[in-house]
């Protein structure tokens, strides 16, 4: 206790005592034989004093404190009493007993004294002793006595404790300035603090302010990270140097535009990022707090801290490279991905780069799958999705969505994401299998090409192989004639080998206008369809006018977009079979028109009224070499012709009819570019 020391550093107590001591008036012994007990407390005070000066406080306050009650309060008994001047020095004693002590002991001294002054008012009342009156000059030595023994007293006390207090304030200062200074260094940023020679006055332009800080500013104080930071061994290398000084080369625009951040912020701090460069030329990145210091419009320091942020910049450059690199994938990617919940609903939803999705992709989070898809494909993916969080196993399925007037089909992977959730990915594979279907649809094709084609071989080497031996046997008949001079017989021979020889090129030219079909054609064009009946009408004006043929042609006929010749072709075969096949109608009739539409593409019909087709004929009467009398004219080319022309421009041609009963031809034919490739 800095009060204790300083009682027990100063003598101001012991030159009371020894005065008291010393006062003739009032201590003297009865006896010269005998040991006053003054003397006795005098010489306990001095021992208790010099104890008290050699550092022993703690031990002898309490002794010293009663020693010196215990003196006063004798010194008033033997006098005045109650009105002895020794009773005010407990006044004194409370105080220093507090002071030296503690309030118990204070409080205790102040009971005993009250005590003491009663007992002697008492005492004095009673008889038990009797005042002794002093002479006034007496009184006045007492007194004066007294306040100079508390002048004495109190003065060093004071001083003492004073210099006790401002002691304990440097010391804790000095600890706190350590702990500060500690807490500084040791601090894992960088923290400085910026003068200057002349205070910045913040009523110039916000400009020449950041100028005025940028070029005078000293760095006064900073720790050692901060000099870390800047690649320096120690602080002592930095501190005086000026901001314009550290900050060098082409990273000064990041300092100053930090400063300027600050100036605009009114000094009340800020916090910013700058790129900056090392004592070693490394680029490195902080993380400032700014804040400064202004007393009637002058700027007098700026303090701030400093955090190197170039290791967390370099991952979140390089984890949005990768985040880029992630998205650049998945957007290449042309699958659709989900994730789903044991119960379907969907978590997460990344598009696909090709494939726009049934509704927009925001709207698909935390709908269930039952909630988007039909059932049929909400059951698949549901069954798909138990499988994969049960089994742990991929699983894929397929499934088509309606798209207009087209079916599109998609394929989905469904696999274990972790105990609740899976993730699907989803592609369209319509292309996939459309192209599966073309080839199935070729395979088909190519296979009834084949069919046709050994079919037309055999034919072919039949009817060819007909008017060849048709020729050689008639060869030798008219060699025979010649022999025999048999000109008549030789004449029919000759015309048996002509007509052998016209029904060879005539079925040679069927085949080869059957095998331009599809090749050697022009390009289409828009063909008033009523044209090409009256030219073919006209072409076969003979044949009608012989059999006396009634032709009945619809007005609102349509237009189509077709081959001009091709289709021409098809209209004089059909017409011409329906002529050639009347047989004995009376009332012979030959209709064209149109029987509504197919695939937006018109059905357009020639009907007749002639002996019609057996059921069991219908399709074999478009085979090649078919023919339903093999006696009537032709090769048997014509419908297989007819039927060729009208598929390759995306139609297609039936029969309806019975035998002994009319026979309808219809057929479909584009009406416009986009009908071409249709499926009539």
């Not at 005010?88 to 001294?109: D, G, N």
């Not at 913040?202 to 720790?223: F, K, M, R, S």
């Not at 969907?346 to 999705?357: D, K």
């Not at 297609?652 to 031809?665: D, H, L, T």
């Amino acid at each position: 206790n800095p009060l204790r020391t300083c009682l027990s550093s100063s003598p101001p107590l012991c030159n009371m005592l020894l005065l008291m001591q010393d006062c003739p008036w009032r201590i003297e012994p009865v006896n010269s034989n005998e040991t006053h007990p003054n003397v006795i407390l005098f010489t306990i005070h001095a021992l208790l004093l010099f104890a008290l000066k050699r550092g022993h406080g703690k031990y002898v306050a309490i002794p010293l404190i009663f020693s010196t009650w215990v003196l006063m309060t004798y010194q008033a008994w033997i006098a005045d009493g109650v009105r002895d001047t020794a009773i005010t020095s407990y006044i004194l004693i409370v105080v220093v007993s507090a002071l030296i002590a503690s309030w118990r002991v204070s409080l205790v001294v102040s009971m005993m004294s009250i005590f003491v002054i009663w007992g002697m008012a008492i005492g004095e009342v009673v008889g038990l002793r009797s005042p002794i009156s002093d002479s006034p000059y007496s009184m006045a030595w007492e007194l004066t006595a007294i306040f100079l023994l508390l002048i004495a007293f109190v003065y060093p006390m004071v001083a003492t404790i004073r210099q006790a207090l401002t002691a304990v304030q440097e010391n804790e200062l000095k600890t706190n300035e350590e702990k500060y200074r500690n807490f500084i260094d040791s601090s894992l940023e960088g923290i400085w603090f910026i003068g200057f020679d002349k205070p910045v006055s913040t009523a110039l332009p916000v400009e020449e302010q950041v100028q005025l800080i940028y070029n005078t500013g000293i760095l006064q104080d900073c720790n050692e990270s901060l000099a870390r930071m800047y690649g320096f061994a120690s602080k002592d290398q930095i501190i005086g140097m000026r901001l314009c000084d550290l900050y060098a080369g082409d990273f000064n625009q990041s300092a100053m535009r930090a400063t300027f951040e600050m100036v605009k912020n009114d000094y009340r701090g800020v916090e910013i990022e700058t790129t900056e460069k090392t004592v070693d030329g490394e680029i490195v990145h902080f993380l400032n707090t700014l804040v400064g210091r202004v007393e009637d419009g002058k700027l007098l320091g700026c303090w701030g801290t400093q955090l190197n942020i170039t290791a967390m910049k370099e991952t979140q450059e390089a984890l949005e490279r990768t985040e880029t690199r992630t998205r650049a994938l998945l957007e290449a990617i042309p699958n659709m991905i989900f994730e789903f919940d044991y119960k379907g609903d969907i978590l997460r939803f990344v598009p696909s780069s090709t494939t726009n999705p049934l509704i927009p992709p925001e709207e698909f989070l935390g709908r269930n799958i039952s909630q988007i898809m039909p059932s049929d494909v909400a059951e698949q993916t549901m069954f798909a999705i138990q499988r994969a969080l049960e089994s742990g196993l991929l699983q894929v399925f397929e499934y088509q969505l309606p798209e207009y007037d087209k079916q599109r089909y998609y394929e989905a992977s469904v696999v274990q994401s972790d105990a609740e959730t899976v993730i699907a990915m989803v592609r369209d594979v319509t292309v996939r299998t459309w192209a599966t279907i073309e080839r199935e649809n070729l395979i088909e094709e190519l296979e009834k090409k084949n069919a046709e084609l050994e079919q037309f071989t055999y034919t072919v080497s039949h009817d060819l192989k007909s008017p060849l031996i048709t020729i050689s046997g008639f060869l030798g008949y008219i060699r025979e004639d010649i022999n025999s001079g048999n000109r008549e017989r030789l004449e029919r021979s000759l015309q048996r080998i002509n007509a052998a020889a016209k029904k060879m090129q005539n079925l040679l030219d069927d085949l080869l206008e059957l095998s331009r079909v599809g090749r050697l054609t022009s390009e289409p064009e828009p063909v008033r369809f009523k044209d090409l009946v009256m030219e073919t009408i006209e072409m076969l004006h003979g044949p009608i006018t012989q059999n006396k043929i009634q032709m009945q042609v619809d007005e609102d006929l349509p237009v189509i977009h077709v081959d001009r010749q091709r289709i021409l072709e098809v209209i004089q075969n059909l017409v011409d079979n329906a002529v050639k096949f009347m047989s004995d109608q009376p009332n012979p009739v030959v209709a064209i028109g149109q029987a509504g539409e197919l695939n937006d593409m018109p059905i357009l019909f020639v009907k007749d009224n002639g002996i019609g087709i057996a059921p069991e004929f219908k399709d074999r009467i478009f085979g090649l070499f078919n023919k339903l009398d093999v006696q009537s004219d032709g090769t048997g080319v014509g419908l297989a012709l007819v039927k060729r022309i009208v598929e390759f421009h995306g139609g297609r041609i039936w029969v309806e009819s019975e035998a002994g009963m009319e026979a309808v031809f219809f057929f479909t034919l584009p009406a416009s570019p986009q009908d071409q490739g249709k499926t009539g």
